[in-house]
Antibody, heavy 120, light 107 residues
Framework: QVELQESGPGLVKPSETLSLTCNVS????????WSWLRQPPGKPLEWIGY???????NSNPSLRSRVAISVDTSKSQFSLRLTSVTAADTAVYYC??????????????WGPGTLVTVSP | DIQMTQSPSSLSASVGDRVTITCQAS??????LNWYQQKPGKGPKLLIF???NLATGVPARFRGSGSGTDFTFTITNLQPEDFATYFC?????????FGGGTRIEIK
């Protein structure tokens, strides 16, 4: 059974860098795309970006200049860094596997999510 | 950017009811549309991929249809565990976007 779990600080100061890690278990991290998403309070889900270990990456143009997604295959983890945060980056952050099969794509499974608040 | 307009934003229903949610894309996305269920405090769960294909282990009372710009998600014989929030998501790459969500509440 594939399971994902987000971890990281729940409070980040404005202008600083948000850093989160997603621990992956039950599957080889080398074989899939991995993604970060977020949901600000009262707003729709927003896709942040995805990456394939050692290969393709893609991110939301609205966040691209501030986002970095990386993977540590030895720890079966992938990470998100979001620089120069503001209150608008306050959200529940999710990690998810972005699965591809015969040209179809979907997010499954997802982690439970972690709330990150940007505040002084 | 492809905008996904989901409606209604909420609805009240009773156990045994049939409920329908719609999602409209701002441009043609073929069949590149997924549906998810989310319960409080948990990450979303995939229900339907490619507009009409049931994900593994998902009960047959969940159904999706549509292509192009107009999509429908239906739950027949609503069960107590189905009271949750539902989202559509398009994957006409490179930018992936979600609908605003529909919360199904107990009447």
């Amino acid at each position: 059974q594939v399971e994902l779990q987000e971890s990281g600080p729940g409070l980040v100061k404005p202008s600083e860098t948000l850093s989160l890690t997603c621990n992956v278990s039950g599957v080889s991290i080398n074989s899939y795309y991995w993604s970060w998403l977020r949901q600000p309070p009262g707003k729709p889900l927003e896709w942040i970006g995805y990456m394939y270990p050692g290969g393709n990456t893609n991110s939301n143009p609205s966040l691209r200049s501030r986002v970095a997604i990386s993977v540590d295959t030895s720890k079966s983890q992938f990470s998100l860094r979001l620089t120069s945060v503001t209150a608008a980056d306050t959200a529940v952050y999710y990690c998810a596997r972005y699965k591809s099969e015969t040209g179809s794509y979907w997010f499954d499974p997802w982690g439970p999510g972690t709330l990150v608040t940007v505040s002084p | 950017d492809i905008q996904m307009t989901q409606s209604p934003s909420s609805l009240s229903a009773s156990v045994g009811d049939r409920v329908t949610i719609t999602c409209q894309a701002s441009q043609d996305i073929n069949k590149y549309l997924n549906w998810y269920q989310q319960k409080p405090g948990k990450g979303p769960k995939l229900l339907i991929f490619d507009a009409s294909n049931l994900a593994t282990g998902v009960p047959a009372r969940f159904r999706g249809s549509g292509s192009g710009t107009d999509f429908t998600f239906t739950i027949t014989n609503l069960q107590p565990e189905d009271f949750a929030t539902y989202f559509c998501q398009q994957y006409d790459h490179p930018l992936l976007t979600f609908g605003g969500g529909t919360r199904i509440e107990i009447k």
